[in-house]
């Protein structure tokens, strides 16, 4: 199993096929991240799949982004510094925890970054 197989496996869009369609997608893109969409699917067929994926209103880029959130806050919480950098240069903190704290990820709706705040382990 791969790493994109691996990451997403929780991934739930309500239907096997577009969450193999996800994972091939994420596969393609990630393997090429400066290509256009066309180049990094390759063929017309693959293409075709992706913008009919991205076009489908019952696939949501929360459902799609949840696994990879989970599975970052898992090993976030393995380690007792974290390293957050922001997308810009503006900003960059180091983040101290404790043994008992770990860092949560919330998504924002209103932008596309991410924000840690820290939680209690259980």
Known sequence: MNWVATEFKSMNLGDPRRKQ???HLIESLSAKP???IP?????WADTIGAYRFFGNEEVQWEDILAPHIENSVARMAAHEALLHKS??????????TTAM???SA???RDT???HFRPFARE
């Not at 997308?87 to 101290?96: E, G, I, N």
């Open 112 to 114: 596309d970054q991410v």
């Open 101 to 103: 704290q770990a860092a």
């Open 106 to 108: 919330a998504v924002s």
């Open 87 to 96: 997308r810009t240069t503006s900003v960059l903190m180091f983040v101290r």
């Open 21 to 23: 369609r996800a994972i």
């Open 34 to 36: 400066t290509a256009s």
């Open 39 to 43: 180049q990094a699917c390759g063929d």
